[in-house]
């Protein structure tokens, strides 16, 4: 039997992926800029096995239906092909998110995935081509490798996009994300499903492509000087821009709620009484708020006169890939 374990941690994207030239192969159109949070993490444990007729996999414990086994079989088959290999494998795989449900993310899920696949058929894959295998499962997994601040490169072929540590200088250990959980029953349009018919559709999707590229290079420049405010400024400013582009798609759709909208202005209003802190929003409606780690709990005070407690969730930057060593 050959078994692995690991962990990885999710991230946010403050320059955001959105559209792909190879809806196969996920090459996005753009290269995006993330930072790999402590707070939500996967943890993945696999064992190929001979003895098993079937891929099996249990999520928190749950053995999973023939839909959701299928796409992590295809996901394993890379790993598979790689490793010239035919066992069938059982894969437990567990999210770790704090109280309220609906954070679980597929990036730091397929990381977990790519690293414990790795490490079971010692494939002795290095970081880049673990990103870009990670990249397959789903785009944004391929930052999930790496802690701190990543670049997803966009490239141009299978070879060429993955994600890179960016050099900070530590920048991001004076930084935190309040997560603002709202949990409005609305209906999902999943973000595969909405970056497709933003790039098939929106009038505004070529400006989205030039402005993500513009806004990639002055964010690092702000990170390279650990200028915040500037961090902040783009990071807002780009995640509006890439909701604007479903505005103009067609049909026209939108991830935000009216909690959403709420969101957004209590937090210009806590910044324009002087503390910076700045949002950005991804598939869903709930609301991320970046700010330094010595003002958290400030905001996160003034954040608590509008929502529960725990519907506000604070995380600090986290680390990448790391492997569990198994007693079994
Ligand atoms: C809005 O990585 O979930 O969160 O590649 O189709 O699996 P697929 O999409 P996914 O998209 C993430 C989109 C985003 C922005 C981001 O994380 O960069």
Redesign the pocket.
């Known amino acids: 039997m050959l078994k692995g374990k690991a962990r990885a941690h999710t991230n ?2 403050l320059i ?3 559209g ?1 030239e190879d809806e196969q192969l ?1 090459i996005p159109n753009n290269s ?1 800029l ?1 930072l790999t949070l402590d707070a939500f993490y996967t943890e993945t444990e696999i064992y190929f096995d001979e003895a098993l007729t079937a891929d099996i996999f249990y999520l928190d414990g749950q053995l999973q239906d023939e839909k959701a086994t299928q796409k992590v079989s295809r996901f394993i088959d890379l790993f598979r092909q790689q490793a010239n290999c035919s066992l069938f494998a059982k894969i437990q795989s567990t999210n770790h998110v704090p109280t309220a449900a609906g954070l679980a993310s ?2 730091s899920g397929l990381a977990a995935l790519a690293a414990a696949c790795n490490q079971a058929l010692q494939l002795n894959l290095s970081k880049q081509d673990l990103s870009r295998f990670a990249r397959k499962g ?4 391929c930052r999930s490798i790496y802690g701190g601040f990543v670049e997803w490169q966009k490239g141009t072929d299978d070879q060429s996009s993955y994600a890179i540590s960016v050099d900070s200088q530590h920048f991001e250990d004076d930084l935190a994300m309040i997560f603002i959980v709202l949990n409005d029953q609305q209906k999902e349009i999943s ?2 499903e909405g ?1 497709k018919r933003t790039v098939e559709t929106s009038s505004f999707y070529p400006t989205w492509l030039t402005e993500a590229q513009k806004d990639l290079v002055a964010i690092k420049e702000a990170i390279h000087q650990k200028d915040f405010i500037r961090l902040g400024e783009i990071t807002e400013a780009n995640g509006l821009k ?1 909701h604007a582009t479903t505005l103009a798609a067609v049909p026209p759709f939108t991830y935000w709620s009216d909690q959403s909208l709420k969101a957004m202005q209590v937090i210009r209003k806590i910044r324009k009484d002087g503390r910076p802190c700045y949002f950005t929003m ?2 869903g409606p709930n609301v991320k708020v970046l700010c330094q780690k010595e003002q958290v709990s400030q905001i996160k005070e003034r954040l608590a006169e509008h929502f529960a407690p725990e519907q506000l969730i604070v995380a600090y930057a986290g680390k990448g890939i790391e492997l569990i060593e198994m007693d079994v």
């Not at 789903?138 to 997994?141: C, N, P, Q, R, T």
């Open positions: 946010i994207a955001k992926y959105w792909k996920i995006s993330s597929s990036a789903s785009g944004s997994a973000s595969r970056m890439m991804d598939a």
